[in-house]
């Protein structure tokens, strides 16, 4: 069975910055050989692509929305995966999600195979 655990969403002031960490685990689960991703959901609204990177961690793709400001990255000794959020915005609250998957994913959810149980960010204006 493969998890992944989300951890470091908290209330945050506009203009503030987070690190989400994502560190996956699972018998059957290399981590190495996973494109992982960010995706976020707001209430009422569907769940968005943020950010996603490659299993080597040489390729990256983010959402128009948080380019410039979110950086993923990953640490596959450590089968983490990160994103750091600078100059948030109040539109960044949403529940954060991350996600993998073996086969190449795009940017829509059902790409992905796995999915950790959110950790929630809040920006306040």
């Known amino acids: 069975q493969v998890q992944l655990v989300e951890s470091g969403g908290r209330l945050v002031q506009a203009g503030g910055s987070l690190r989400l960490s994502c560190t996956a685990s699972?018998?059957?689960?290399?981590?190495?050989?996973?494109?992982m991703a960010w995706f976020r959901q707001a209430p009422g609204k569907e769940r968005e692509f943020v950010a996603r990177i490659t299993p080597t961690g040489a390729a990256t793709t983010y959402a128009d929305s948080v380019k410039g400001r979110f950086t993923i990255s990953r640490e596959n000794a450590n089968n983490t995966v990160y994103l750091q959020m600078n100059s948030l915005n109040p539109e960044d609250t949403a529940v954060y999600y991350c996600?993998?998957?073996?086969?190449?994913?795009?940017?829509?959810?059902?790409?992905?195979?796995?999915w950790g149980q959110g950790t929630q960010v809040t920006v306040s204006s």
């Open positions: 996600a993998a998957a073996f086969l190449a994913p795009g940017t829509t959810p059902r790409g992905y195979e796995y």
């Open positions: 699972g018998r059957t689960f290399t981590f190495s050989d996973n494109a």
